[in-house]
Every structure is written in C-alpha cells, then in structure tokens.
C-alpha cells in the first residue's frame, strides 16, 4: 500500500528566508507525486507534480520539488519565503490503478514578519 | 479562481434536516471525487465517481448519497447526519487515471458543514 510522510507538523520561518518542506512516500512502482496548498477556508491548490523525467520540478509561486528515488523523497522548496505562503502544505502521491491519492499529514508553515 | 465550483460556501443543519452539497466542473473532466476534511487533518477520501458512474465508495455510511446526473456536476445528499459529520466537505475533479499516468486532481474551495 501507498503511504506518505511529512515528518514535519509544523514549520515557522521569517520572510525571505529559505524554506525546505520534507515529504517521504512509500509506493512499490514509479510515483506519481504531488504538492497542494492550502490557505484557510479555501481549498487545496496544485503547487506542482512529478509523473517522469526531469526530477527537478518547478511549479506556481516560485516553488520546486527534487524527486529522489534512492532516498524516496520529494521535498518542497522555495529560495525566499513571502508572508502570503503561510498555509498547510500536503504532500500526496497517486499510483497507476484509478485516480487514488493518498496524502500525507501536512505541514503548517507560519512566516514570522 | 477556482475552476471546480461549491455551493453552498457553508451549510448549517439539523440532524434531522434533508440537504445535498453541489459541485460543478467545465474542465471535460470524467473523474470527479468527495473528500470530508477535519480540521487540520488531509482530506479523506468518501467516493470516486469515473465517467459518471460510482467507482469507489470508502464505506461511507448511508446517510452520505453521492449522485452523478452528468458529467459536469457531482451532488452529495446529506440526510440525519451527526455531530461528528461536521468537516469541511471538498469536491475535486480530474481526467481518469485508468490507463494513463494518474492526473492532477483540482480542489474546489468546500462547503463548510457543521451539523447541530
């Protein structure tokens, strides 16, 4: 069975920094990952996917992804934090059967002024 | 913007009222998905309709009736829920995965259910 981890509950960075969210899955053939965003009230927003070549992804609002088979990472980035992406980050990954996603918990990112 | 549609934004209910969510999408998807979200949790996956037809029910009980009438709209009938049915109610939609790689699913902003 598909599984995915984000070992991080909660990250708080200032604005402008660097950030880094992690993302761990478990899936026995070739994943096919995703990051969604999640402002409050509102729904999820595809921030970018993985499905084959090129493993690093760039996807909306300055954001990219490095998929790692050997490590089984798919790890969020963005070189310079802007207050409006404080939210809850989901990391989720689809199999070949259907249209199943499985997420992992979130992460909530806070933004310190 | 979002490009899936909910309605109602909120919705507030008795445990013995009648009520269905809408969902609409003019994306030509023929995949369309309820997902029921607690508060900072990940969505949870209730039902997977594909060409307009129920492919997967995550044993939801019966007081949640999905309904498919074409392929652009998606309802979810809402009959004696219970307290613990109050969620954020998410509709999403995306091309079907079955012998393609699997496609990006795109979120509609929720109907915010909270039963009394």
């Known amino acids: 069975a598909q599984s995915v981890t984000q070992p991080d509950i909660h990250i708080t960075v200032s604005e402008g920094a660097s950030l880094e969210l992690r993302c761990n899955y478990s899936?026995?053939?070739?994943?096919?990952l995703f990051w969604y965003v999640q402002s409050p009230g509102q729904g999820l927003q595809l921030l970018l996917k993985y499905f084959s070549g090129d493993t690093l992804v760039q996807g909306i609002k300055g954001f990219e992804a490095e998929f790692k088979r050997s490590q089984s990472s798919f790890n969020l980035r963005k070189p310079s934090v802007h207050w409006s992406d404080a939210a809850e980050y989901f990391c989720?990954?689809?199999?070949?059967?259907?249209?199943?996603?499985?997420f992992g918990g979130g992460t909530r990112l806070m933004v310190k002024p | 913007d979002t490009e899936v549609t909910q309605t109602p934004k909120h919705l507030v209910m008795g445990m013995t009222n009648k009520k269905s969510l809408k969902c609409e999408q003019h994306?030509?998807?023929?995949?369309m998905y309820w997902y029921k979200q607690k508060a900072k949790k990940p969505p949870e996956l209730m039902f997977v309709y594909s060409y307009e037809k129920l492919s997967i029910n995550e044993s939801v009980p019966s007081r949640f009736s999905p309904e498919c009438p074409n392929s652009s709209l998606l309802n979810l009938h809402l009959h004696a829920l219970q307290p613990e049915d109050s969620a954020l109610y998410l509709c999403a939609s995306s091309r079907p995965g079955t012998g393609a790689p699997n496609q990006p699913q795109h979120f509609g902003d929720g109907t915010r259910l909270s039963i009394l």
């Open positions: 994306m030509g998807h023929r995949a």
């Open positions: 899936y026995g053939a070739t994943p096919y």
């Open positions: 989720a990954v689809g199999g070949d059967a259907g249209n199943m996603l499985t």
